[in-house]
Nanobody, 123 residues
Framework: VQLQASGGGLVQAGGSLRLSCVASARTFSNNAVGWFRHAPGKEREFVAAISWSGGTTYYADSVKGRFTISKDKVKNTVYLQMNSLKPEDTAAYHC?????????????????WGQGTQVTVSS
């Protein structure tokens, strides 16, 4: 399975971006999909995750109320809507497919990773 993330860019603080993650396979194999971000000098951190077959979602505390993860099964795509962006949201954002259908926050629970899409938020 190959994952393709897109939608990153440069935005001012307070602005919005929508990231997309498309799987090369027909589906995400009914497994959960997560978004992680990696900023220079920092550990890769969990952002949000969603179950593929149901509607369960998890968010990092730092993005709750600002980011929304969703999916479109017809398009085989998972989205991350990011609003009220802050400079500290600047990072490379990666999507990943989970080992199981339940969304997890631990990156070790994800087996396929896409390349990152860069998000830069200016102050």
């Amino acid at each position: 399975v190959q994952l393709q993330a897109s939608g990153g860019g440069l935005v001012q603080a307070g602005g919005s971006l929508r990231l997309s993650c498309v799987a090369s396979a027909r589906t995400f194999s009914n497994n959960a999909v997560g978004w992680f971000r990696h900023a220079p000098g920092k550990e890769r951190e969990f952002v949000a995750a969603i179950s593929w077959s149901g509607g369960t979602t998890y968010y990092a505390d730092s993005v709750k109320g600002r980011f929304t993860i969703s999916k479109d099964k017809v398009k085989n795509t998972v989205y991350l809507q990011m609003n009220s962006l802050k400079p500290e949201d600047t990072a490379a954002y990666h999507c990943a497919q989970g080992r199981t259908g339940w969304p997890r926050t631990d990156r070790s629970e994800y087996i396929y990773w896409g390349q990152g899409t860069q998000v830069t938020v200016s102050s």
